[in-house]
Each structure stands twice: as structure tokens, then as C-alpha cells.
T-cell receptor
């Protein structure tokens, strides 16, 4: 049983560019959440997708957008990259959006913005 | 606004010691609390999940307790091993929302 998979594992971009990160949830999970983790910090919630809609959003600007596909996989898009967007981006999946179930995390995508 | 604090920020112990990691949160209206382990540059591995109605959970050498009224949780690691070296993160789920609010973590180093 595959867990949460993310791609790519590492990415280098320059300021102003756009990036797309991908996530496939654990088998049987229908909810995907994205988190940003800066060096030395705990992860910060970006947004959550359920039934192909954004259900919740953290305190992140509109440059951060996402999508969920019918097979429950998800993408995170970041436009007009800033140096401060350099971080580990984590995807987590669960059964349902309510927060009662345990979250399972992928290994993350390390984004470096130069 | 919910805030999660973890103390200490870093801890170094010799192999075989029992140790306690602390987590506190400001709003007691939580659904559950999770402890995670994170190895350098890697994702998070869930260790224990405690629902708001529970007092503790155990898995192997790990025991986590929850005192919701005081806004505190502890993670107890028995007979520590060098393989336990990692950063341990505490996170709470608040109200009816599904997002986790994390502390900054405790970086644990177990010396052989």
C-alpha cells in the first residue's frame, strides 16, 4: 500500500517564476492538505482540498493556489516566486476533512528560490 | 488564536535514558493532538494521536499524555536509542477544522 507520494523531491527556481508541486494521497484517502515548512520552523497550513474544492485556507496570499483531481491527487501552484517561498512543502492526506482522522504526510518537496 | 509551544527546543541525552518532551497549547478547544517525528529534510511520521476525550496513548517505548484543561501534553520516550535522534513535533487540531497547528519542535540527539 503506497503512502503519500510527492513530486518532485527537489526544485530550484528563480524569483518571479512559477512552480507546480504534485501529491498523490494514501490509498483510501480523499482529502489533501498542503503545508509549508521553513527551516527550523513547524509546518504552516496552506490549504485543504476535499471533493475537488478548497475547503479551508491558512494565511497565505493568492499567489498560492491549488487543485484537486477526481482521483483525489492534488497540485500546489505558486506564482511570482519570492525568496521567502524557499521551504519544504509537505502534502498530507486523510479520510475526510473534519480533522478527526490521523494525517499521513509525504516526504515533501524542497523548493529553493534563487 | 491557537499557539503551540514546545520545550525544550533541543535536548541531548546518553543512550538508555528515559526522557520527556513537553508541548503546550493556548486554546483547550481541540479535537485531537498528534506527535510526529521528522528526520532531517524529510516528511513527518505520525507517532501517536490522542483524541480530546482521551488521556494518553502508548506505542512501544512511546507514551503520550494529554491534559486538555491545562493545555499540556507530554511525550515520554523510554530507554532512548541513537535511532530516536530526530525532531519531534507536536500539533493540535482545533474545533471543526481539519488543519493542524504545529509547534516548532524539539530536536533530540541520543548519544551512543
Amino acid at each position: 500500500d503506497a503512502g503519500v507520494t510527492q513530486s518532485p523531491t527537489h526544485l530550484i527556481k528563480t524569483r518571479g517564476q512559477q512552480v507546480t508541486l504534485r501529491c498523490s494521497p494514501k490509498s483510501g484517502h480523499d482529502t489533501v492538505s498542503w503545508y509549508q515548512q521553513a527551516l527550523g520552523q513547524g509546518p504552516q497550513f496552506i490549504f485543504q482540498y476535499y471533493e475537488e474544492e478548497e475547503r479551508q485556507r491558512g494565511n497565505f496570499p493568492d499567489r498560492f493556489s491549488g487543485h484537486q483531481f477526481p482521483n483525489y491527487s492534488s497540485e500546489l501552484n505558486v506564482n511570482a516566486l519570492l525568496l521567502g517561498d524557499s521551504a519544504l512543502y509537505l502534502c498530507a492526506s486523510s479520510r475526510g476533512p473534519g480533522g478527526v482522522e490521523k494525517l499521513f504526510f509525504g516526504s515533501g518537496t524542497q523548493l529553493s528560490v534563487l | 488564536k491557537q499557539e503551540v509551544t514546545q520545550i525544550p527546543a533541543a535536548l541531548s541525552v546518553p543512550e538508555g535514558e528515559n526522557l520527556v518532551l513537553n508541548c503546550s497549547f493556548t486554546d483547550s478547544a481541540i479535537y485531537n493532538l498528534q506527535w510526529f517525528r521528522q528526520d532531517p529534510g524529510k516528511g513527518l511520521t505520525s507517532l501517536l494521536l490522542i483524541q480530546s476525550s482521551q488521556r494518553e496513548q502508548t506505542s512501544g517505548r512511546l507514551n503520550a499524555s494529554l491534559d486538555k484543561s491545562s493545555g499540556r501534553s507530554t511525550l515520554y520516550i523510554a530507554a532512548s536509542q541513537p535511532g530516536d535522534s530526530a525532531t519531534y513535533l507536536c500539533a493540535v487540531t482545533g474545533g471543526s477544522q481539519g488543519n493542524l497547528i504545529f509547534g516548532k519542535g524539539t530536536k533530540l540527539s541520543v548519544k551512543p
